[in-house]
Nanobody
Framework: QVRVVESGGGLVQAGGSLRLSCAASGRTFTTLRMGWFRQAPGKEREFVAAIGWDTGGTRYADSVKGRFTISRDNAKNMVYLQMNRLKPEDTAVYYC????????????????WGQGTQVTVSS
């Protein structure tokens, strides 16, 4: 069973930065595609960014491209989301998720989820 645990959320002013961290365990980390998703109140959970298990290729939602960077440290079984130039519309609960191998970043393709961490961006 894969377990993922996020940390690093908080309150930040618009234009500021935050870095989210996610620790994964329970399976060889290099077999996991890792993704970040977010869910704002009253909205559906949406894809933010993902990083591949093999070459570490990345993919981003258009809304965060150029501002957010996903990375992974395979030696530490960690994945990170560096969020810069934050906007009030980035306010949401951010979730880390994992799938075994895979390349599809729809919500339903990720069977393993963390508990979420709140990110609030004030204007």
């Amino acid at each position: 069973q894969v377990r993922v645990v996020e940390s690093g959320g908080g309150l930040v002013q618009a234009g500021g930065s935050l870095r989210l961290s996610c620790a994964a365990s329970g399976r060889t980390f290099t077999t996991l595609r890792m993704g970040w998703f977010r869910q704002a109140p009253g909205k559906e959970r949406e894809f933010v960014a993902a990083i591949g298990w093999d070459t570490g290729g990345t993919r981003y939602a258009d809304s965060v491209k150029g501002r957010f960077t996903i990375s992974r440290d395979n030696a530490k079984n960690m994945v990170y989301l560096q969020m810069n130039r934050l906007k009030p519309e980035d306010t949401a609960v951010y979730y880390c998720a994992a799938q075994i191998y895979g390349a599809n970043d729809s919500v339903g393709q990720y069977p393993y989820w963390g508990q979420g961490t709140q990110v609030t961006v004030s204007s």
